[in-house]
């Protein structure tokens, strides 16, 4: 029993099958789940050979993503991650057997990646709870109208100065 027990994958945390992961990346977080042994599954960028800390940021200007499973360590690299069921008490998870069969059923796949409506974050909650939800989503959005309607406002009040057009004739 203890000689099993020196080979064993500790992470921090604990996760268990089913488990959403926040990898904390300098300026946005990147999601995965937790697929049990070390592995998770998540969403990468087309392009192979990007370094973990990359791979979310080239994913932005991406418009297709890759459904990988890869080790927990790989993903992460040198960036901090937390167990972050956070949706739990809103949407119920739904059963650990059920969400490692849809996650087997899409590793490998090419999937359309949109930052606003089908990021990372919306790919593994909808693997645990049956629908995607994105509050980094959510919050990007809301930045996008405030300071469309900032810039709106101050257009109207005169605040940006009107572009002369030149008319050629």
Known sequence: MAFNDCFTLNYPGNPQPGDLIEVLRPGYQHWALY????YVINMAPVEDGIPAAFTSAKSVFSRKALVKMQLLKDVV???AYRINNKYDDSHPPLP???VLQRSELVIGREVAYDLLVNNCEHFVTLLRY???ISEQANRAM???GFVTAAAGALSFLGLFPKIQRTKYY
């Open 77 to 79: 690299g040198k960036d």
């Open 35 to 38: 697929l049990g042994d070390g």
């Open 130 to 132: 049956g629908e995607g």
């Open 142 to 144: 809301s930045t996008i």
């Open 96 to 98: 650990v057997e059920e």
